[in-house]
Structure formats: C-alpha cells, structure tokens
C-alpha cells in the first residue's frame, strides 16, 4: 500500500527565549509566563481577523531540531521506553509540535503569546483557537503519564533528541 507525501509551507516563525533544548520546560503547563511572539508570514495576516477573541490558541509546528526519529523513546517523564505515538517526545517520523499558549495580544501580523516550550526560530505549521467543548474532555485515561505528572512544572529537557 501506497501512503501520500505532502507537502507542507511554514507561515511562520516561533520566537522565544529558548535558545537551548536542554533546561527547557517539556510542556507549556511546565512554562507557565515565559513569554514570546509568533511572525507571522504577512502573507498570512488576514488570517488572523477576529483571533483577538480567543484567550489560547494551539500552535502546530516543526521540531526543526530533531535530530532523528525514533519508533520507541524513553521519553523525558520516564525511564521505560514506549511507542512514539504514546509519548509527546520530539523525534518521531514527522517531528510535528503541538502546544497550548495564552494569547496576549496581536500587533498586526505578530502574536504576543506565553506558556512556550518551544525553541526560538522554530518553524510554525498552523495556529486553531482553543475551544473547551472541541478540545478539553473530563473522562480522559493518561496511560503511563498517571503518577508522573507531579513534578511536571520543575521538570527539565535534556538535549537527548536534537541535532
Ligand atoms: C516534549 S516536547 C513537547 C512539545 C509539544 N508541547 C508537544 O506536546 O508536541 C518539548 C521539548 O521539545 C524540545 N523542542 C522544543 N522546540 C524544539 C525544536 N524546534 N526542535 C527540536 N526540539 C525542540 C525541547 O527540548 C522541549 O523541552
């Protein structure tokens, strides 16, 4: 069987003060305040009428600096290893990033936003708005995340997956 490639065009760039994978928060609930903006292809800015209307917005993206996939990982909460697909760590077979921040404001075709555990000059895929009835369930299961969450907002990347 025949799967399709495509093909994708940033519309943008994630700025943020992480410069560094290692020491980085690995969620943006673990990177509560940490501030940046997203550019915007001009192009693109019609795009954003009536996005002011939205407290969080999901940012889709590419881990630019993975360095390679993996079809299992010892992820960063963990020391056992699991599928890629039951994890959110970075080297899987299309590095696609997907994070949850507060929007502060838009300048034009520049979205001031906080909460990023991404690194600066990463390369933005597509911006949704968060919508509580679309995207928060109450009867979710977590799988092997149950009892690793408590240390979640102190806990750090290493450079284990980037180039
Ligand atoms: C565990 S991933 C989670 C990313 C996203 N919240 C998700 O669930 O898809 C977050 C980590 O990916 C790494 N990272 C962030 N931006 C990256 C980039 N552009 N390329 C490669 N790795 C990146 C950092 O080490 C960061 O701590």
Redesign the pocket.
């Known amino acids: 069987m025949e799967y399709a490639s495509v093909r994708l065009e940033t519309i943008g760039v994630i700025r943020s003060p992480?410069v560094d994978?290692?020491g980085?928060?690995?969620?943006?609930s673990a990177a509560v305040g940490v501030q940046g903006r997203i550019e915007l292809d001009p192009r693109f800015e019609a795009g954003l009428r009536d996005i002011d209307g939205f407290s969080h917005l999901w940012l889709l993206?590419?881990?630019?600096?993975?360095k390679s996939s993996q079809l299992t990982v010892v992820?960063?909460l963990d020391r056992q290893e699991h599928g890629i697909f039951a994890t959110?760590?970075?080297p899987r077979p299309n590095?696609?990033?997907?994070?949850l921040v507060r929007l502060m404001r838009r300048e034009g075709n520049c979205l001031l936003v906080e909460n990023l555990?991404?690194?600066d000059?990463?390369?933005l895929l597509d911006i949704k708005p968060y919508v509580p009835a679309f995207d928060s369930t109450s009867d979710a299961r977590i799988g092997w995340f149950a009892g690793k969450l408590e240390d979640l907002g102190q806990a750090?990347?290493?450079?284990r997956?980037?180039r």
Do not use: E, K, N
């Open positions: 992480h994978p290692a980085m928060p690995i969620q943006p993206y590419w881990l630019h600096q993975v992820p960063f959110r760590a970075p590095p696609i990033g997907l994070s555990d991404v690194l000059g990463t390369p750090r990347a290493d450079a997956f980037a």
